[in-house]
């Protein structure tokens, strides 16, 4: 059976033990429904990742002996940075989520023209925490020791300056035809709608390759799964295990 994995956000060493409180242990208690003796695996986001064992567990707080680290890391050789226009309810979860899995290692949510979604400040850190938390969730699931970085929402003229990657446009040229991004390339996904015109010249100018996947329109979520996945096929490590 797989050992259920818990991202911690503390320091971990080996042969050592630590106390749990918050939210963690309700996780490990009440979601995971896991008991004193329970074998399990930690993580901190530092790299690496922990052997560990219940030893106490109740409402309000848990102890785990931590065990031997091992030098365990499923990161792609590509550090995408995804700038994502904000969609609405659960989809943007759900884009959080999967490309998280993919293997992004940062997520910036994008304002843009056709964005439908006003978040003021207060709201928008309580997103970025809930995006943070379903980044983290997906790690756990997915096996990764490092967790991407949510940013705080802004404009995509903000984003923009010192980017260089590729853009969703629906008049782009294929990615098979194009060449590895150098450095840490940027991925921009669009909104429902897509990017105004200005918006794509915008993110040309600055750096970023128009690039279609396809003559189906897709949603935001779906959008931002598809062009990972053909990013990671083409030049990271989909495909190599």
Known sequence: MRRCRLYLPQ???ADSE???EGERAHYLRTVLRLRPGTALTVFNGEGGEYEAEIRQLDRRQGRLRIG?????EAESPLRIHLGLAIAKGDRMDWAVQKATELGVAAIT????ERTNVILQADKAERKRRHWQAVAIAACEQCGRNRVPQ????????DWLPGRRGLVLDPAGQPISSLPLPSGEPALLIGPEGGLTPAEVQQAATAGLTPVALGPRILRVETAAAAALTAVQLRWGDLGNG
């Open 11 to 13: 320091p971990l060493q």
């Open 18 to 20: 630590i106390l749990v």
């Open 68 to 72: 031997a680290w091992h030098d365990r």
């Open 109 to 112: 949510p994008l304002l843009t």
């Open 150 to 157: 949510i940013a705080l929402p802004q404009p995509l003229a």
